[in-house]
């Protein structure tokens, strides 16, 4: 253990046994002038501590005419004693470096966990004769799978108990949970390292036990066929890229059978199953590229059939409903258009248009039931829902009440129904869930869960709409408490920018830590993501990734015009490609920010995207390009965070990394760190902390995961001398 442990212990004894034997009357000077002495120790303390630093050994690499040397390539090889060696200086420092802020992460940890119900349960949700649900236990880490047979008063059967599963393992994560059609045999997967390689468990929940089945090295998905023996799956390559369909059947221990095998390094499958149970679809898709194939699901045995050939940039899904499909695509349409085929004849020339393309609505999901269309279409980058009867093709829009909100679909296994299950939250309103009657058009507030203490009425969110340099508006979603959004300016602003993905405003009962010591919290909705649709995506993406910065900058830069936060009082944050976000702009304008987060962040890019052999290189050369062809390793080089490191002052930075990520590779933060360190030429504080028992997500544990959460916002806060 550390000095600084030992120190606290015995800190913590003396004071204890001084505090017992002073008299009454000197009680409370002794114990203060105790108080002001060790904190005053502590800040000694980490006023000596050095940071470690970790050895150069020269790789050299030429590629187009260009030389480039990485000191730091060893820090890959895991299996190196010395990497571990370093890992461990850099938690060792962090560690003294955190420890004055110990009594502050015990008082956030605390008052975070006043704030959840922690002996709760969701909404149950019923499939065929049961209620399936969760439930959460004071004092457990996981959540207990449970049923009970057609009514909600009937006795409580446990399908699952995560906590048992866990016990004695640092890490385990269900991925997913697939009960038979005939209810009577559970199959989950598992992984218990954090590096999502999974393995399949079935369960006989007549028999309560575990069957003697079980496959490993499974991506995550699962599908039963309706005869409630076969389970398709899909298998992992080399590279950890789901590139194989399995189809098994149980008690048949001998080698699955192969169905499909994608051989496009790029592109990866998944595998699922149509709402009203009719077809198992089969989809191989990269970021913009996907085509599907399709199987009877009363007869498993049966070859794939193709939907559609994929076609570059060309991405389709389908639902099925009586005697049709249901097609959303974006050929020729960027903002997607939403068209019908009958089953027994899905040639193209068939398809005809049920919702065409809109220049202001695009098209984002679409789900079928029995009478009824519900497709999800976003506007002005905010969700709506819209209802189509499929009887009298009578078509109407759920409403919402708030200017910034996200809405999403919840559980709806059951094909003939009435009700829509959808889920709601806005950067002030708690996770709610909402019954939907389609054919009354009332909604039943089924369950909001509960944030002790809170009360929306003392907080505000708003929607800024700031200008980029090339005159494009980006959105701003902010949330602060009532009065305090420009009083001090203090800010933490965030982003993601990539694949396409939304960073939706959603609520987090642990920010309210923040937003009540008067911070904002803000998100910067750039380019590269999907807000505004396709075309926004495609703006931030490939050579246009450069926009994605620029927009997160202007928006700082805005948002500091504006009188929102300034300079000394703002803090970045992003992780995984949102760590990307953070090291290119702190390399670009490091004077703009007082202080930042990387969270696992993908910093090696240039590397990383050389090397074909990483776990999802291949995959995402549709994001970032191919860097083995000139004009993507020059756009690469220009923004890459760690190639772009150079001898200037930087920000605060806290890095986290988790030693079994397979998607950003814990050396990514780990070089970009030992580089700063040689470079950077300022005395501003720089911490790596590396789980060694996680993975890209994190810990598994409701309880750990708080706690990390806790660790990040006590170094913001000890940024602004906030102890309490």
Same mark, same amino acid.
């Given at each position: ?6 120190f ?11 505090y ?6 000197m ?24 940071p470690?630093?970790?050895?150069k ?8 005419g260009?030389?480039?040397?990485d ?5 890959r ?7 571990v060696?370093y ?11 955190m ?9 956030l940890?605390?008052?975070?966990l ?6 709760d ?5 019923k499939?065929?004769?049961y ?5 959460t236990?004071k004092g457990?880490e996981?959540?207990?799978?449970c049923?009970?047979?057609r009514?909600?008063?009937?006795p ?8 048992r599963?866990?016990?004695g ?18 199959? /989950?997967?598992?992984?218990?390292? =954090?590096?999502?390689?999974?393995? &399949? ?5 007549k028999?309560? %036990? +575990? $069957?003697p089945?079980?496959i490993?090295?499974i ?23 789901p590139a194989?369909l399995?189809r ?25 199953k149509?709402?009203d149970?009719?077809y ?7 970021h ?16 794939l059939?193709i939907?559609?050939r ?5 991405? /389709?899904?389908?639902?099925?409903q =009586?005697?049709?499909f249901?097609? &959303?695509?974006n050929?020729d349409?960027?903002?997607? %258009? +939403? $068209? ?14 049920v ?16 009478n009824?269309?519900v497709?999800y ?8 829902i819209l209802?189509?009867?499929l ?6 829009l ?10 999403w679909?919840g559980?709806n296994?059951?094909?003939?129904s ?11 309103t708690p996770?709610s ?17 509960e ?5 929306p ?15 494009t ?5 902010i949330?602060?408490k ?5 009083k001090?300016?203090l800010?933490i602003l965030t982003?993601y ?5 939304i ?7 642990s ?25 926004w ?12 910065f ?11 015009a504006?009188g929102?936060t ?5 803090v ?9 976000l ?10 703009l920010?007082?202080?930042a987060?990387?969270?696992v962040?993908?910093v ?11 776990p ?25 965070p ?11 930075m ?6 079994n ?5 814990y ?18 504080i ?9 993975g ?28 309490k």
């Amino acid at each position: 253990m550390s000095t600084i442990f030992y120190f606290i212990i015995f800190y913590l004894t003396l004071v204890g046994i001084l505090y017992k034997i002073t008299h009454m009357k000197m009680k409370r000077r002794v114990f203060t002038i105790l108080i002001v002495f060790g904190f005053l120790f502590l800040y000694g303390f980490k006023s000596t501590i050095a940071p470690p630093l970790a050895g150069k050994i020269a790789k050299v690499d030429t590629l187009f005419g260009e030389i480039r040397v990485d000191n730091y390539y060893w820090l890959r090889n895991r299996d190196d004693p010395a990497v571990v060696k370093y890992l461990s200086a850099e938690n060792d420092y962090t560690e003294k470096m955190m420890a004055h802020t110990l009594p502050l992460q015990h008082s956030l940890y605390k008052e975070m966990l006043a704030r959840i119900k922690e002996t709760d349960v969701t909404v149950p949700v019923k499939m065929g004769d049961y209620y399936y649900y969760t439930r959460t236990e004071k004092g457990k880490e996981y959540p207990i799978y449970c049923r009970k047979y057609r009514r909600l008063s009937n006795p409580q059967e446990v399908i699952l108990d995560q906590n048992r599963l866990a016990k004695g393992k640092r890490y385990f994560d269900i991925g997913v949970l697939r009960v038979s059609p005939d209810n009577r045999y559970l199959a /989950y997967t598992v992984d218990t390292a =954090g590096n999502e390689i999974y393995t &399949l468990y079935i369960k006989d929940l007549k028999e309560k %036990k +575990l $069957l003697p089945d079980r496959i490993e090295n499974i991506g995550g998905d699962v599908v039963w066929a309706n005869d409630n023996q076969t389970i398709f799956y899909t298998g992992l390559d080399s590279t950890r890229r789901p590139a194989r369909l399995f189809r098994y059947r149980l008690f048949d221990l001998s080698k699955a059978q192969p169905v499909y095998e994608e051989t496009d390094p790029a592109y990866y499958l998944n595998v699922s199953k149509t709402r009203d149970k009719r077809y198992i679809l089969l989809e191989s898709s990269t970021h913009t590229t996907n085509e599907i194939y399709f199987l009877d699901a009363d007869n498993p045995s049966d070859s794939l059939r193709i939907f559609a050939r994929r076609l570059p940039e060309v991405e /389709y899904y389908i639902v099925h409903q =009586g005697d049709r499909f249901f097609i &959303l695509t974006n050929e020729d349409a960027e903002n997607f %258009k +939403l $068209l019908k085929t009958p089953v027994s004849d899905i040639k193209k020339e068939n398809w005809s248009v049920v919702i065409p393309e809109s220049d202001t609505i695009i098209l984002d999901g679409v789900e079928a039931f029995k009478n009824y269309l519900v497709v999800y279409e976003r506007i002005n980058g905010l969700k709506e829902i819209l209802v189509i009867d499929l009887h009298n093709d009578k078509r109407h829009l759920i409403d919402f009440p708030e200017a910034v909100y996200t809405v999403w679909p919840g559980r709806n296994p059951e094909f003939d129904s009435d009700t829509l299950r959808f889920n709601y939250t806005s950067l002030i309103t708690p996770y709610s869930v909402f019954d939907y009657n389609m054919k009354t058009h009332k909604r039943i507030l089924k369950k909001r869960y509960e944030v002790r203490g809170y009360n929306p009425e003392e907080y505000q969110s708003v929607r800024l709409l700031a200008r980029a340099r090339d005159g494009t508006r980006i959105p701003i979603s902010i949330v602060f408490k009532k009065d305090m959004l420009k009083k001090n300016g203090l800010m933490i602003l965030t982003g993601y920018g990539a694949y396409g993905s939304i960073y939706e405003p959603y609520f987090s009962s642990s920010r309210l830590s923040l937003l009540n010591r008067g911070f904002s919290y803000a998100i910067a909705h750039i380019r590269g993501g999907g807000e505004m649709g396709k075309r926004w995506y495609n703006q931030g993406r490939l050579l246009n990734r450069m926009n994605t910065f620029t927009d997160f900058i202007d928006c700082a830069e805005y948002l500091i015009a504006q009188g929102y936060t300034d300079s000394a009082h703002l803090v970045i944050t992003g992780g995984s490609a949102g760590g990307m976000l953070i090291g290119a702009v702190v390399n670009m304008r490091p004077e703009l920010f007082y202080g930042a987060v990387l969270k696992v962040p993908f910093v090696d890019v240039l590397n990383t995207m050389l090397d074909p052999s990483l776990p999802l290189t291949v995959l995402e050369y549709n994001e970032w390009g191919n860097p083995h062809k000139k004009e993507y390793y020059e756009l690469i080089r220009a923004y890459s965070p760690y190639d772009n490191i150079r001898a200037q002052a930087y920000p605060n930075m806290l890095v986290l990394a988790d030693w079994n990520d397979t998607r950003v590779c814990y050396w990514e933060a780990a070089k970009w760190v030992a580089k700063l360190r040689s470079l950077k030429t300022d005395q501003n504080i720089l911490l790596l902390k590396t789980n060694m028992q996680a993975g890209h997500m994190g810990r598994s544990g409701r309880y750990e995961y708080l706690k990390d959460i806790v660790f990040e916002y006590a170094f913001i806060l000890e940024l602004f001398g906030i102890n309490k």
